[in-house]
């Protein structure tokens, strides 16, 4: 046996000896007693371990050097599944494997059991938890900020099409991966008054009395970057009453009434709030927004006071991304803090703020973007109404200046919307308090330029700039598709797993039959697996040899999965009443979540349900296509799907799509995409070339243009393309709901309503178009694998070590590090 | 509550009993500190044994301190520990008040004071 081969055993027997230790001194009980949870908290604790060691090892390297830091602030961090992943990152994985055999069980199996920390939605909860691992991957000092959320997004179940919401109480049985921090706890005020007095000097001193007092309490999550050799940790924070109970309210003996106060205070981070869900003037959604931002500044605060005595140096030792608007609030909290409590001048506070924050925008869509009634504003937070109204009167008066007395423009531009009630405009808020404003794909932030917020961009053309989202290939690959990942580190070494550059060495593999054949074969197995998942889940026979023709993602109008089931309609009445066969049998895939309260979302899911009911019901399409809709989207679903996917549909209107990180995952497991020109579906066509993607639609500006002229013409369409008619007159036939008659009329008059935002039948044709040449592609197989090896090999610039290296250059001035091994 | 009060010359120290100061024991200081407000003008609050304060603390230490003004006197605090501080400090209230680390600072400053008035 050589030295490697020892080392390799020794370090099973460590895993082993730890595991053992584990179960028996953290959990109380002997290996053998514990159940499948037991023994992935057993593994998980023996995994944390040995991140302790490397997370204290990071934080006493990075005291030494005093660093500048940089500080995610995000309302979501979709962490999913955490065992895998730190398991990969550390590198042992095959260790743990090996040292769970000779315990009897099976990693995979244990892996399974852990639920998904599913504290986001979609997209921008899932790019905050990329970045974290691109971040400890390259050694750059950055740390997430969010919520603990007792429950996480709401776990879907399909119950004759429709979808019902159960409650995800995911930290029930409680998380291995959580450190508590109540030494670090810090109070949070809401609420009260501001009573106008005088300081000693004779100035003016708003106090901000009467206020209830909210605890912090920190939870950290520790983020093994990749090779385990810089450890930082995600800061998830619970809300917890000041007080056990108001005593006051125990002594005069009304029991109940103190314990219900208490159970208030800590409601306010129960739940997440899914995304498309009216917001807009919910109390616990400003008290949540204002929780995170006020934990957070004051932890980042008293970190840098540690070691700083003046806070000068404040924005060259820490930067503060803010994610979406949700933690807008960021500017008005600094500043109060370096106003009111430490004595700061607001000129000098303002130029720290502006110095540290940078904002990042997420949706152009005018329903997603934040704002609060002011009265609510002022019932929860006054000082902070008080701090905002100042700011806007100092930037509207430097607008002014240059306005020529053009009032318009300063209603626009003002922070405070004059509606009744005024509103307060939290993008706004976000912009004029940042130094940096981006967006995420090159589409949408020439978007924000001309669209969004084309003065705001007149006045700072400086601040505004791009950052195409990335995934990370830790997990979008590494873990995910360890077949795949094989492969290609056979061929072309592991270097990929840090430069995802590096996997253009594959385009010369693109036409090898031999590595075509291995794709193939990797391919094939992922899509058995699935075939499984399906199975099990719908039982629904799924044929490995068919086209996986995925959407995955959240269930919205924009994203138009009702494009997709058009298709799919067309398909179907094209073989049973033309005879006409498919080009090739497909296996159509669905996932994603609808927001509870969004009645077109959930409708197009029970559409989606009842269409594969009806075709999967029928012998005569049974050869040639199967509709599954996979219930309970989330990481470790998406995990199992894209591996297995051939085609990517990433088919929503053009302009409405921020950027999509979905696109990027499949692309990276080898899926070939149908797409419009929508957000980063423009660059990955750059990257792979308009010969490896299907592309097909309406272009973004003439989108706009339509939209602008009111020239869509639905009608004329239908009237043109019998195929179309056909399709639109089934929702109106009751083929797919026998049994609740006219449930999908709607359809038909939303689609041929002039007003249909998302032009669903002007893109129809072309979209069948595209959808026929990608199934004569598929025919091809040696074409078909080859523009899946180019998809791969051309994903470099997806990677999100690249977005986090330009936000650090660009916009952080936070530097990497290579840490010693 | 039983707050102990000390003369040091023209100058009255009285110590704040409790380690959290909140709605449950608020109108409870304000009852218990009215005598000493009655029958001082120069008066050091020494706030050492607390740990907590909430806003209704808060608001019977502005009461005493308006109490006091209204009479021509005036009101110094010492010896915040780093948590009441930071109550203060997020309210504007130390902008407000004469906060010293000590008893001794806090006394000499009334010292300081009376001189410079004479």
């Known amino acids: ?821 | 509550m039983e707050i102990a009060v000390d003369k040091i010359g023209d100058v009255t120290v009285a110590t704040i009993p409790v380690d959290e100061l909140d709605a449950s024991n608020a109108a409870e200081l304000k009852r218990d500190i009215a005598p000493i407000l009655e029958a001082n003008t120069r008066l050091v609050i020494d706030l050492r044994p607390l740990q907590f304060v909430d806003s209704s603390g808060l608001g019977a230490m502005l009461s005493c301190l308006r109490q006091l003004s209204a009479k021509g006197g005036d009101l110094k605090l010492c010896c915040l520990s780093k948590q009441v501080r930071a109550a203060f400090e997020l309210v504007r209230m130390h902008r407000i008040f004469d906060i010293f680390g000590t008893r001794d600072e806090a006394i000499r400053a009334f010292q300081t004071q009376g001189t410079k008035a004479q």
């Not at chain 1, 970190?303 to 404040?314: C, P």
């Open chain 1, 1 to 821: 046996m050589n030295g490697r081969a020892i080392a390799a055993v020794d370090a099973v027997f460590e895993i082993e000896e730890s595991i053992r230790r584990h179960a028996k001194y953290s959990l109380g009980k002997s290996w053998r007693d514990l159940s499948q949870y037991d023994k992935f908290r057993a593994v998980a604790l023996a995994v944390r371990d040995r991140m302790m060691d490397r997370m204290l090892a990071t934080e006493q390297r990075y005291r030494q050097a005093d660093p500048k830091r940089l500080y995610y602030l995000s309302i979501e961090f979709l962490i999913g599944q955490s065992l895998g992943n730190n398991l990969c990152n550390l590198g042992i994985r095959d260790s743990c494997r090996q040292a769970l055999s000779n315990l009897g069980a099976d990693l995979e199996e244990i892996e399974g059991s852990e639920p998904d920390a599913a504290l986001g939605n979609g997209g921008l909860g899932r790019l905050a938890a990329c970045f974290l691992d691109s971040l400890a991957t390259l050694g750059m000092p950055g740390y997430g900020y969010g919520i603990n959320y007792e429950y996480g997004l709401f776990k879907q179940e399909i119950d004759n099409g429709y979808q019902r919401e159960k409650p995800d109480n995911w930290l029930a049985p409680g998380t291995p991966w959580q450190i508590a921090r109540p030494d670090e706890a810090c109070m949070v005020p809401m609420y009260g008054r501001i009573e106008h007095g005088v300081d000693r000097h004779g100035g003016y001193n708003p106090m901000w009395m009467d206020w209830k007092l909210l605890i912090g309490v920190p939870y950290d999550m520790l983020i093994a970057g990749y090779g385990g050799r810089a450890v930082h940790f995600l800061r998830l924070y619970s809300a917890r009453s000041s007080h056990d109970f108001d005593m006051q309210i125990f002594n005069d003996g009304d029991y109940l009434k103190a314990v219900e106060q208490k159970i208030a205070s800590e409601t306010i981070t129960k739940v997440l709030y899914p995304s498309d869900a009216v917001i807009a003037g919910q109390e616990l959604r400003l008290a949540q927004e204002y929780f995170l931002v006020a934990c957070a500044v004051r932890d980042i605060v008293r970190r840098f006071e540690q070691n700083h005595s003046t806070f000068r140096e404040f924005s060259s030792k820490v930067a503060i991304q803010i994610n979406d608007t949700h933690p807008a609030l960021t500017v008005a909290e600094l500043m109060r803090i370096l106003v009111d409590e430490k004595n700061l001048s607001w000129e000098q506070a303002w130029k720290i703020t502006q110095e540290t924050l940078a904002y990042t925008n997420h949706t152009l869509l005018p329903e997603a973007l934040e704002k609060w009634p002011v009265p609510l504003l002022e019932h929860v937070l006054p000082r902070h109404l008080q701090i905002i109204y100042e700011i806007n009167r100092r930037f509207l008066e430097q607008v002014e200046a240059i306005s020529d007395g053009d009032n318009a423009r300063l209603a626009r531009m003002s922070l405070i919307e004059e509606s009744t009630p005024k509103q307060v405009r939290m993008a706004n808020l976000a912009i004029v308090g940042s130094h940096s404003i981006n967006g995420v794909s090159r589409i949408h932030t020439e978007s924000i330029k001309t669209s969004l917020a084309p003065e705001f961009f007149r006045f700072w053309p400086e601040r505004f700039n791009n950052k195409t989202n990335g995934i990370t290939q830790r997990r979008w690959l590494l873990k995910v598709n360890p077949r795949l990942a094989d492969l290609i580190s056979s061929e072309i070494g592991t270097g990929w797993i840090t430069d995802l550059y590096q996997l253009r060495a594959l385009e010369n593999l693109a036409a090898d039959a031999g590595f075509q054949a291995e794709l193939d074969r990797v391919k094939r197995e992922n899509k058995e697996n699935l075939a499984r998942i399906i199975h099990d889940s719908l039982r629904i026979k799924a044929d490995p040899d068919s086209l996986f023709d995925v959407q995955v993602k959240r269930i919205h109008a924009y994203k138009r999965q009702l494009l997709n089931v058009m298709h799919i309609i067309d398909e179907y009445l094209s073989l049973i009443e033309d005879r006409k066969l498919p080009t090739v049998p497909r296996t159509y895939v669905f996932a994603g979540k609808a927001a509870p309260g969004y009645w077109l979302a959930k409708q197009i899911i029970k559409l989606i349900c009842n269409v594969g009911s009806v075709i999967n019901h029928d012998t005569r399409a049974s050869e040639w296509m199967k509709v599954a809709f996979i219930p309970d989207y989330r990481v470790s679903l998406a995990e199992k799907i894209l591996p297995a996917a051939d085609l990517s549909e990433q088919i929503s209107t053009a302009g409405t799509e921020a950027s999509g990180t979905g696109n990027m995952k499949l692309a990276l497991n080898g899926a070939v995409t149908i797409g419009t020109l929508d957000g980063a579906n423009i660059e990955i066509l750059e990257e792979v070339g308009k010969e490896n993607m299907f592309v097909f639609g309406l272009p973004a500006a003439e989108v706009r243009s339509i939209r602008e002229q009111k020239s869509y013409r639905p009608w004329e369409h239908y009237a043109r393309n019998p195929h179309l008619k056909r399709v639109v007159d089934s929702f109106s036939s009751n083929l797919f709901c026998p049994h609740e008659p006219d449930l999908f009329a709607w359809i038909f008059s939303s689609v041929l309503d002039a007003n249909d935002e998302h032009f669903h039948l002007a893109d129809f044709t072309p979209y069948i178009e595209a959808q026929e040449k990608a199934g004569n592609t598929f025919r091809e197989r040696g074409r078909w694998i080859r523009m899946a090896i180019l998809n791969v090999a051309r994903m470099g610039k997806f990677s999100s070590d690249r977005t986090v290296t330009e936000y650090a250059r660009e916009i952080w001035g936070v530097k990497g590090s290579t840490p010693p091994d």
